[in-house]
């Protein structure tokens, strides 16, 4: 169950990986003209991605917290034992940078509420890159952490 749960959630944290990358390149780094794949990529309607983002940050995060117990009675010692404090350390400040980005999920949704506010600009390009800097950093920190056993173990 928590396998299938875990396998899940990693899926879902890709969706939402390439959702908040398109969103933010799109957003800091706005296409002027068609061309290339870098542009493509860039020249995306960035505000269509905000709902989208919001329910798979959500699901990703209970799915997490649901998962969190294994880890919390399984992995977590193992670590300790085996002196991995760093890898330790990285996922405890996943966890806080990920109730961050919950507490910031509102004001995510104010900024980019339609018709944009011309306005608000600097603040969506800052909430945006501060959300896509947590997703990012969530995901490859549990991708390694995930790895770790195999690694690290006996």
Aim: aromatic fraction near 12%; include cysteine; proline fraction near 4%.
């Amino acid at each position: 169950m928590i396998t299938t749960l875990l396998i899940i959630h990693g899926l879902l944290a890709v969706a939402l990986l390439g959702s908040i990358t398109h969103q933010t390149a799109s957003t800091v780094w706005p296409a002027k003209s068609a061309g290339n794949f870098l542009v493509s990529f860039r020249g995306v309607s960035a505000a269509r991605y905000t709902t989208t983002n919001i329910v798979l940050y959500v699901i990703v995060a209970v799915l997490g917290a649901i998962i969190y117990p294994a880890y919390r009675l399984a992995v977590r010692p193992f670590l300790e034992s085996a002196r991995l404090l760093t890898i330790n350390g990285t996922f405890e400040l996943k966890e806080q940078f990920v109730a961050i980005g919950l507490g910031m999920l509102p004001l995510y949704w104010l900024v980019w509420r339609t018709p944009l506010d011309p306005k608000l600009s600097g603040a969506r390009v800052a909430v945006t890159s501060l959300l896509c800097f947590v997703v990012w950093y969530s995901f490859l920190v549990g991708h390694v952490l995930n790895n770790v056993r195999g690694l690290f173990g006996r």
